[in-house]
């Protein structure tokens, strides 16, 4: 998968945490992270051929597009939902 993707997905899953209850978001957002972990960690342990010198450095960038994303579609999310909420 490539950046563009991890980024994209993080901010529509951002965007539905912001749309559908976004005092829920600081709890749902730190997920995305650990998620990530989790797949990384996987990913790894199933393609061991596949590991190079820098494959330790997947920890560190793997979680950064998707949570970036979050982030960005929660704000985005809370805001439309503000104005979405101040016209009815």
Do not use: H
Request: hydrophobic share 50%; proline share 7%; glycine share 12%.
């Amino acid at each position: 998968m490539t950046i563009e993707i991890w980024v994209l997905g993080g901010f529509v899953l951002g965007l539905v945490f912001g749309l559908a209850k976004p005092e829920y978001g600081c709890v749902l957002l730190p997920s995305i992270p650990v998620t990530m972990f989790a797949y990384i960690w996987w990913w790894q342990s199933q393609n061991p051929d596949a590991l190079t010198s820098t494959s330790a450095l997947d920890f560190l960038f793997g979680p950064l597009w998707p949570t970036l994303g979050v982030i960005g579609g929660w704000f985005t999310g809370v805001l439309l939902y503000r104005l979405l909420r101040r016209r009815t």
